[in-house]
Structure formats: structure tokens, C-alpha cells
């Protein structure tokens, strides 16, 4: 799809913006990132285990700076879909899970990025935020959508499989996810999600 279809697209297609109930009950808040969230995305990553953040980022990382989250704010919808999270209980002002991606110029393909507060993990809810990401990702004419993980990191294998990604090995110890967007990818699977389940990529 041209970068004149996919803002065409991006402009008949209203933003996402849906509460969900998650297997044990709790509401959540999906839609896309503003610009306004970047002090709330700052917050998120703060309160992020060291581990969480650097399986998010693969490198040890103290702080996510503002600056950093005010970029992964603007993210347009064309070029860059972003959805954010939000805890109905705490009127859905506070961010609790991240998930992204990058098309790549001239291809059919995005890199992927997800991450989910460590008191959220194991609720579902990674998998339904990807689920909303997939298909705004195929509504913008996406095919594939890549990422890499850390080679140790054995719940997003899992989670990634469940969605029928094929992985493999790279020379710099890493494993890439590739998921291409068919029904299996696109549908809510009624599975346990493992504790720690995030892609890392388009940093």
C-alpha cells in the first residue's frame, strides 16, 4: 500500500478506543497513544522491574528518559501505530502496557515492540493489546510483523508460537519473531499468558 493509501485508510478508520474485561475480570482500557500521554508513558516505564525494562530494551537501563517517551508518543498511526493500556480503576490515567510498531518503508512489514507492567503479566492482557495492534497493523496494509527477543527469554517464544510465528536464531545470540497476520494472529486465544512476555524491538 502507498503512503497516500495508508493515510487514506489511517482517516476513514476512526482510532481504537475500547474497554475490555480480561479473563479475571479486570477492565482495561485500549487505545492509541497522544502526544498528551508521554508524562504517563514516563510513569510506565519507571515503574517497570529492572528485569521488565531490560527485557523491553535489551540493555540495562536505569531511567526511560521524557524526551524518549515523547517521541514514542507521537506515533501517527501510519508510519508508527502505538496503543497504550490503561487500568479502568484508576480512571484510566495510568498506563500499564505499551505495544507498537514501525512500518518499513517500501515493504509490507513492521517491527514490533510490547511491553506490560509486571502486575498485569499473567492476566491476559499482552495478548489481547497485540491482538488490537495485528489488526490496526493489517488495516495500514501490513503483512509481517518482526521483532527480536532475548534467546533466554522462553515466555515470548510461547506467547509468539500460540500466535504461529516462526523464530530463529541470530549470530548475535538473539531470536527473531516473525508473525505473519493471518486469522491465528488476529483472533483472542483463550490461554494463560507467561509472567515476562514482551517482544523487543523497534526501540
Not at 497522544?34 to 540495562?60: C, E, G, I, N
Not at 501517527?76 to 518503508?105: F, K, M, S
Not at 536464531?169 to 538473539?174: K, L
Request: charged share 30%.
Amino acid at each position: 500500500m502507498t503512503a497516500v493509501g495508508l493515510a487514506a485508510a489511517a482517516a476513514d478508520e476512526s482510532p481504537l478506543d475500547a474497554t475490555i474485561v480480561l479473563r479475571d475480570g479486570g477492565l482495561v482500557r485500549i487505545r492509541a497513544v497522544t502526544r498528551a500521554d508521554a508524562p504517563r508513558l514516563k510513569a510506565f516505564h519507571d515503574r517497570l522491574s529492572p528485569v521488565s525494562r531490560y527485557m523491553r530494551f535489551q540493555r540495562a537501563i536505569r531511567e526511560v528518559s521524557l524526551a524518549q517517551c515523547e517521541r514514542m508518543s507521537q506515533a501517527d498511526g501510519i508510519a508508527e501505530i502505538g496503543l497504550i493500556a490503561c487500568a479502568v480503576e484508576h480512571e484510566g490515567a495510568r498506563v500499564i502496557a505499551d505495544a507498537r510498531c514501525v512500518l518499513v518503508p517500501g515493504t509490507r512489514e513492521a517491527e514490533l515492540a510490547i511491553a506490560v507492567a509486571d502486575d498485569w503479566q499473567r492476566r491476559g492482557l499482552g495478548d489481547r493489546l497485540l491482538v488490537q495492534l495485528f489488526r490496526q497493523a493489517r488495516n495500514r496494509g501490513v503483512d509481517l510483523l518482526f521483532g527480536e527477543a532475548l534467546s533466554d527469554n522462553v515466555a515470548v517464544r510461547r506467547l509468539a508460537e500460540r500466535r504461529g510465528a516462526r523464530l530463529h536464531m541470530t549470530r548475535w545470540g538473539t531470536t527473531r519473531v516473525s508473525i505473519e497476520l493471518r486469522p491465528l494472529a488476529l483472533e483472542p486465544l483463550l490461554v494463560t499468558e507467561p509472567r515476562g512476555s514482551r517482544f523487543e524491538a523497534a526501540r
